[in-house]
């Protein structure tokens, strides 16, 4: 689909690289001769999946475990990251989510969600424009959001919520930072099957997220990845400000989380007494 060599000589970092969508554009951007850093905070799964890609490619692949709620941490990674070479772009990828009640969420569930989503985007967002600015570098930042940026969603509320404002920091920036040589945009993508979604969102057992969906199915990796590199290259060169919609036309017809109205009390109990760590 893509010229070869539309990001050689690109250095670019993926937050949540080592796994699901993460560890699929870090697949692609390498594919494409991009130099690839993912980082997050479990170091085994990182080097798992970057020896990997390794195998894959022939590509340069470089783990960091960093915790990106930490913004200390995110200056270090940063720093390291610098003292060898300025980074390209940015993927904002790292997130968490569950399902709950709202009317359920101590301070501390809603804080879970809102630290790596919001927070810690912003930080790495935050670290990389400052030293691409002072160093007269250009950058892409790129955020992997949700169409709840547009419908928001029963029962994923500071997911919702972080992701919005995420947005809100795109649209922002880019015109902050446009004159200064930094594009930034997002993807808002639909239901992709990952181990983290189906942990966190109980994805099976809820068919009709697929049903609902006017394409009738869940999105490729490949298919996101794609788009990914599309937006981070200079052929997106005048592309800022904007999120791309990839969810087959599902968030059209509904927000998806209108199966979850019809849980019962006893099913609600059941989810909080079983939830998955990520
Ligand atoms: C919207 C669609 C788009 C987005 C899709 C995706 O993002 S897909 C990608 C999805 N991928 C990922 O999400 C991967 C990353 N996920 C993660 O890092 C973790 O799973 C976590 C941070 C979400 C929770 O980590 P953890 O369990 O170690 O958390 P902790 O022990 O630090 O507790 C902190 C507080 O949170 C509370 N609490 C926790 N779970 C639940 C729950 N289900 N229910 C209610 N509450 C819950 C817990 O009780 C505590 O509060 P308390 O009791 O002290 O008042
Ligand atoms: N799959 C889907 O259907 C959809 C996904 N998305 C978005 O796509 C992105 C990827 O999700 P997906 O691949 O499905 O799920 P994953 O659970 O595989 O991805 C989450 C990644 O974030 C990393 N991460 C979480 N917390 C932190 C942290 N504090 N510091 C550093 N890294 C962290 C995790 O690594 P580690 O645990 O090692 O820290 C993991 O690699 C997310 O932004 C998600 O919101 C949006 C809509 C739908």
């Excluded at 699929?24 to 990182?46: P, S, T, W």
């Excluded at 990839?246 to 968030?251: K, S, T």
Aim: hydrophobic share 40%; charged share 20%.
């Amino acid at each position: 689909m893509f010229e070869t060599g539309l990001l050689r000589g690109k250095r670019i970092l993926v937050t949540g690289g080592g796994s699901g969508l993460g560890a699929a554009m870090g697949r692609r951007f390498l594919a494409l001769g991009a130099e690839l850093v993912i980082c997050g905070r479990k170091r085994d799964r990182l080097e798992a999946t970057a020896s990997e890609m390794r195998q894959e490619t022939s590509g340069k692949v470089t783990t960091i475990a960093c915790d990106i709620r930490d913004g200390a941490a995110v200056d270090s990674m940063m720093d390291g990251l610098w003292r060898e070479a300025p980074l390209d772009i940015l993927v904002n990828n790292a997130a968490a989510t569950f399902i709950a009640q709202s009317e359920h969420l101590s301070f501390r569930a809603a804080d879970a969600i809102l630290a790596p989503t919001l927070h810690g985007a912003m930080y790495c967002t935050l670290a990389a424009g400052r030293r691409w600015i002072e160093g007269n570098h250009n950058g892409v930042v790129l955020s992997i959001l949700s169409t709840s940026t547009i419908t928001g969603r029963a029962f994923t509320v500071p997911s919702a919520m972080a992701k919005s404002a995420v947005l809100a920091m795109t649209k922002s920036l880019a015109v902050e930072w446009g004159p200064k040589g930094i594009r930034t945009v997002a993807i808002a993508p639909g239901p992709f099957p990952t181990a983290g979604a189906s942990g966190q969102l109980r994805l099976e057992g809820r068919d009709d997220t697929l049903m609902r969906n006017p394409l009738g199915r869940t999105g490729e990796h490949s298919e996101l990845a794609d788009l990914a590199s599309f937006l981070v290259s200079d052929r997106a060169g005048y592309i800022n400000g904007e999120m791309v919609v990839i969810d087959g036309g599902a968030h059209l017809r509904s927000s998806g989380a209108e199966d979850l109205l019809q849980w019962t009390e006893t099913q609600w109990a059941d989810q909080r007494a079983a939830r998955s760590k990520g």
